[in-house]
């Protein structure tokens, strides 16, 4: 169907790109520099051992596929459930839709049900939120809650990105521990925001993890499950799992060398 190109992959192609984890180099020293003319210090990251990747592939249980798609009552059950066991408080079901080809962005084009939900907890703060959850598989495809409050600056962070990092890690670990072995884990540490013209220093409110698929050694971008964890309370923000499982994939043994790219 040509107007569901997204959703209707017949042939994936492999290709070579430049990737850089600076923007500029020094035109005399060739050491990576940032926009403010200034060296910029070695860069810190944080990933799995495989060890650690082995463990939480095992806690992974076969996913089994229904001929049916689940009720709404169903999916609205799971929703509550999920939502209580991640953040807690008072739930309220705004809207519960039946998709199937749309919201490409989060679904990969899958059979979904998409839960819409107001959250107020204890100190009756109120956010809106969201579940996707597979129709077919009963996974959990998107889950967000976004909180309701200003940017403002001078605010440090009380979660550390190394805890954000573990937290995303969970996360994965809890709803898609079956893909942690088939992601590119490693995430460079954002760079120390610096004041401003005024002297203000605006600290990030959340922290973003990008995880992408990684086949055979070889990065497909389509697909990644992205996390975003609240800097202050260590909450989550925002989880999607984009995910395509009957991808026609290439082999990689007729390619070209890195060196001859």
Not at 174 to 201: F, R, S, W
């Amino acid at each position: 169907d040509e107007t569901k190109p997204y959703y209707n992959i017949k042939s994936i192609k492999l290709a070579y790109r430049p990737s850089l984890d600076f923007s500029m180099l020094d035109a005399k020293t060739g050491l990576p520099i940032g926009w403010d003319g200034k060296t910029r210090p070695s860069q810190e990251s944080k990933e799995l051992t495989p060890a650690r990747i082995q463990e939480i592939k095992k806690q992974a249980k076969p996913i089994a596929k229904q001929d049916q798609e689940i009720s709404r009552e169903r999916a609205e059950k799971i929703a509550r459930e999920v939502i209580a066991d991640r953040f807690g408080g008072k739930v309220t079901i705004n809207a519960t839709n039946y998709i199937e080809g749309d919201y490409y962005w989060e679904t990969a084009g899958r059979k979904a049900w998409n839960v819409q939900f107001t959250l107020e907890d204890s100190d009756g703060k109120v956010k809106n939120g969201q579940v996707m959850i597979d129709a077919l598989t009963e996974e959990i495809i998107t889950l967000n809650a976004w909180p309701n409050e200003p940017y403002m600056p001078n605010v440090k962070p009380e979660i550390t990105w190394e805890q954000a990092y573990d937290t995303a890690i969970a996360l994965i670990a809890k709803y898609h521990p079956d893909k942690i072995d088939q992601l590119k884990l490693k995430q460079i540490k954002p760079e120390t925001p610096t004041p401003d013209a005024n002297g203000d220093i605006y600290y990030p409110t959340e922290y973003y993890f990008g995880f992408p698929r990684l086949v055979d050694g070889i990065l497909y971008e389509e697909n990644q499950i992205n996390v975003s964890i609240h800097a202050r309370t260590g909450e989550l923000i925002y989880f999607n799992c984009r995910w395509n499982e009957d991808l026609p994939l290439p082999q990689k043994a007729q390619t070209i060398s890195k060196e001859q790219a």
